[in-house]
């Protein structure tokens, strides 16, 4: 197990590396305020020794696992309360999840209420993944005759249509184009606290 300056030291790498390849021995000392390499190397191998610190094509970086938000395995019921349960967590990544570092995936803020039926609300982040295919009943983000919008794709036969999903608004049927950018892979949305 790391010692407390052992997990103030991978903290720091976490904060100012990331992801990323880590530098030498050098650059870390010098970026994190060590005098010397040496003391570096010694932190270094502990955590390689615990596999905190992977090696990859004669690379390190810090193992994936390390980033994310902790996953409970135990759900959470929304109906009555129940006795607590023990639980098992992992670290889960919306990077990995939703493959958001891919450059087919991109990122969009919703912006009005006609997909509210199916829990998509004004302000919400949805993921979504490059396509210009869709299969009947998926979210996707199309331009249609001159504007984007988010709706459910809809085929039948030859016929194509998006629909919404809240009564309010009309289906929309394309007079001159219809393109799919992409589908929806996921929804993040951001709880405010009054």
């Known amino acids: ?40 190397w010694q932190y270094f191998n502990k955590l390689k020794t615990e596999n905190l610190i992977i090696e990859e094509n004669k690379r390190f970086r810090l193992n994936k696992n390390l980033f994310g938000a902790r996953l409970l395995l135990s759900p959470v019921r929304a109906g009555f309360a129940s006795a607590g349960e023990d639980y098992v967590e992992k670290r ?32 919400d982040t949805v993921i979504i993944k490059k396509s210009s295919e869709a299969k009947s009943g998926d979210i996707v983000l199309a331009f249609i005759d001159g504007g984007y919008t988010l709706k459910v794709f809809r085929k039948k036969n030859s016929e194509v249509w998006l629909e919404p999903a809240n009564s309010h608004y009309p289906i929309l049927k394309p007079k001159e184009t219809l393109e799919i950018f992409g589908t929806v892979q996921g929804i993040v949305r951001k709880i405010k606290a009054d």
């Open 1 to 40: 197990m790391s010692t407390q300056k052992q997990k103030e030291f991978l903290e720091n790498l976490k904060q100012r590396y990331g992801k990323d390849f880590l530098p030498s021995f050098e650059n870390i000392a010098k970026d994190l305020g060590f005098k010397h390499k040496n003391s570096v």
């Open 92 to 123: 889960v990544s919306l990077d990995e999840q939703f493959h958001i570092d891919n450059p087919s995936t991109f990122l969009f803020t919703v912006i009005g209420d006609s997909m509210i039926d199916l829990g998509i609300f004004e302000g």
